[in-house]
């Protein structure tokens, strides 16, 4: 493989850190060169990540942090920088590819910036394509790169996907662990708090990732994300629980087919396809033994238990601003129940509410319309909780 220039936006995060790891495993230098990597307030593991890996650059995206990086990188040779304005040069520095694996709304302006150089977009931000959608797919073509998924998911529908049998796609099937309370009522939900809730069953993430599976907000953005991501009608997204999370998802094509990609749980796996692609290259990673799994079980997903999954229809159907709008409420109603400030339930309430409120925005026509949306809906959220 030729070495590829590669920045690592959220390398201190779970993405990012598993990146590093597939980076190592795929020749480290001698197959890429890290052009940047960021970071929010942990400068100190940021900073040792930039040394180790030999980074030629660290942002860290608060900016009361920038001296602590600069002192932490300070002798190496290692450029520091911090902000918007930091995240958006590295953005803009030359790259073959970039991993977009910050958490949340916060990481749609320095991947579009990113898409516009032309860079491949190695894509784990899926905030990305529910806020904005055909906008961001429109700017990632028009800077020439590919968008490639790393969301295990639309990895796995990307890998079995047969874009020359587009006519003859009937639907994709996401597949989804049903979380830590897949078989617990609404009553007993109504009580639960952050620590129990971001315990997941089979994937190790982030904190806000692991309470979205709970909730199954998660699964809700995975299925606007593949709306987008693969141009497909609300009616052709289906989700299917899977409690073991060894088929990562299916598309099922008019001839009655069904594809599947299958594989542990360990997102080394899609992140690993993502740099690579369009090769496959080895991987160390748990290979699958299907005598000891010996079944895989599959269940319907209750949308009356997990309310998510029925609002991501109505986004879908919605259309235009919709996404925006249910993810900018979510993340505010993620934030205050992870501060113990809202329900479990309330968050999907709160999200409902402020959908409602918002039902009648006109489709974006630029990036600008989306973040108002995404501001406003965070407004009236932040307003529904006060309540
Ligand atoms: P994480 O919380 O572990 O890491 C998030 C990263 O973003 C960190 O580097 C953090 O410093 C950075 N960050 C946080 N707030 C920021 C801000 N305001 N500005 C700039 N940077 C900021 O999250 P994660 O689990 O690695 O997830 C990252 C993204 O990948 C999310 O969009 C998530 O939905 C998606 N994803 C994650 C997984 C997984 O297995 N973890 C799987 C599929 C998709
Ligand atoms: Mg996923």
Same mark, same amino acid.
């Given at each position: 493989?030729?070495?590829?220039?590669?920045?690592?936006?959220?390398?201190?995060?779970?993405?990012?850190?598993?990146?590093?790891?597939?980076?190592?495993?795929?020749?480290?230098?001698?197959?890429?060169?890290?052009?940047?990597?960021?970071?929010?307030?942990?400068?100190?593991?940021?900073?040792?990540?930039?040394?180790?890996?030999?980074?030629?650059?660290?942002?860290?995206?608060?900016?009361?942090?920038?001296?602590?990086?600069?002192?932490?990188?300070?002798?190496?040779?290692?450029?520091?920088?911090?902000?918007?304005?930091?995240?958006?040069?590295?953005?803009?520095?030359?790259?073959?590819?970039?991993?977009?694996?910050?958490?949340?709304?916060?990481?749609?302006?320095?991947?579009?910036?990113?898409?516009?150089?032309?860079?491949?977009?190695?894509?784990?931000?899926?905030?990305?394509?529910?806020?904005?959608?055909?906008?961001?797919?429109?700017?990632?073509?028009?800077?020439?790169?590919?968008?490639?998924?790393?969301?295990?998911?639309?990895?796995?529908?990307?890998?079995?996907?047969?874009?020359?049998?587009?006519?003859?796609?009937?639907?994709?099937?996401?597949?989804?662990?049903?979380?830590?309370?897949?078989?617990?009522?609404?009553?007993?939900?109504?009580?639960?708090?952050?620590?129990?809730?971001?315990?997941?069953?089979?994937?190790?993430?982030?904190?806000?990732?692991?309470?979205?599976?709970?909730?199954?907000?998660?699964?809700?953005?995975?299925?606007?994300?593949?709306?987008?991501?693969?141009?497909?009608?609300?009616?052709?997204?289906?989700?299917?629980?899977?409690?073991?999370?060894?088929?990562?998802?299916?598309?099922?094509?008019?001839?009655?087919?069904?594809?599947?990609?299958?594989?542990?749980?360990?997102?080394?796996?899609?992140?690993?396809?993502?740099?690579?692609?369009?090769?496959?290259?080895?991987?160390?990673?748990?290979? &699958?033994?299907? /005598?000891?799994?010996?079944?895989?079980?599959?269940? !319907?997903?209750? *949308?009356? =238990?997990?309310? %998510?999954?029925? $609002?991501?229809?109505?986004?879908?159907?919605?259309?235009?601003?919709?996404?925006?709008?249910?993810?900018?409420?979510?993340?505010?109603?993620?934030?205050?129940?992870?501060?113990?400030?809202?329900?479990?339930?309330?968050?999907?309430?709160?999200?409902?509410?402020?959908?409602?409120?918002?039902?009648? &925005?006109?489709? /974006?026509?630029?990036?600008?319309?989306?973040?108002? !949306?995404?501001? *406003?809906? =965070?407004?009236? %959220?932040?307003? $529904?909780?006060?309540?």
């Amino acid at each position: 493989m030729q070495t590829r220039r590669i920045a690592i936006f959220g390398a201190t995060g779970s993405i990012g850190i598993n990146t590093l790891d597939v980076i190592a495993q795929l020749g480290g230098k001698d197959a890429f060169e890290i052009t940047a990597v960021t970071g929010n307030s942990n400068v100190a593991a940021l900073a040792r990540l930039a040394i180790e890996h030999g980074a030629a650059m660290a942002v860290t995206a608060d900016e009361s942090r920038y001296d602590d990086l600069k002192q932490a990188l300070s002798g190496t040779g290692i450029e520091a920088a911090s902000g918007a304005s930091g995240l958006d040069e590295a953005a803009s520095r030359e790259n073959d590819i970039v991993m977009a694996a910050i958490v949340g709304t916060a990481g749609l302006a320095p991947t579009l910036k990113a898409a516009a150089t032309g860079a491949d977009i190695a894509l784990a931000n899926k905030e990305c394509l529910v806020s904005a959608g055909p906008l961001f797919t429109d700017a990632v073509k028009r800077g020439g790169g590919m968008l490639i998924p790393v969301d295990s998911e639309h990895s796995a529908i990307f890998q079995v996907f047969e874009e020359n049998q587009r006519r003859a796609l009937d639907r994709v099937i996401i597949t989804a662990s049903g979380g830590p309370f897949r078989q617990m009522s609404l009553e007993e939900m109504r009580h639960v708090d952050a620590a129990t809730a971001r315990a997941h069953p089979n994937w190790s993430m982030g904190l806000k990732i692991s309470i979205d599976s709970a909730s199954m907000f998660n699964k809700a953005l995975e299925m606007i994300e593949a709306q987008h991501l693969f141009d497909l009608a609300p009616g052709q997204v289906e989700v299917v629980v899977h409690p073991q999370s060894i088929i990562h998802s299916m598309v099922g094509y008019a001839d009655g087919s069904i594809l599947a990609q299958l594989g542990a749980p360990d997102m080394r796996t899609a992140i690993g396809y993502a740099l690579a692609y369009p090769e496959r290259r080895p991987l160390s990673v748990e290979r &699958l033994d299907f /005598a000891k799994l010996a079944r895989l079980d599959f269940e !319907a997903p209750d *949308e009356t =238990r997990f309310p %998510a999954l029925r $609002l991501a229809r109505l986004a879908m159907e919605r259309g235009g601003l919709q996404g925006a709008v249910l993810n900018g409420a979510k993340e505010v109603a993620l934030e205050a129940f992870i501060e113990g400030r809202c329900g479990f339930l309330q968050m999907a309430e709160i999200t409902e509410g402020v959908m409602a409120e918002m039902d009648n &925005l006109p489709a /974006a026509t630029t990036i600008d319309d989306v973040y108002k !949306a995404d501001s *406003e809906a =965070r407004r009236r %959220a932040a307003g $529904l909780l006060r309540r």
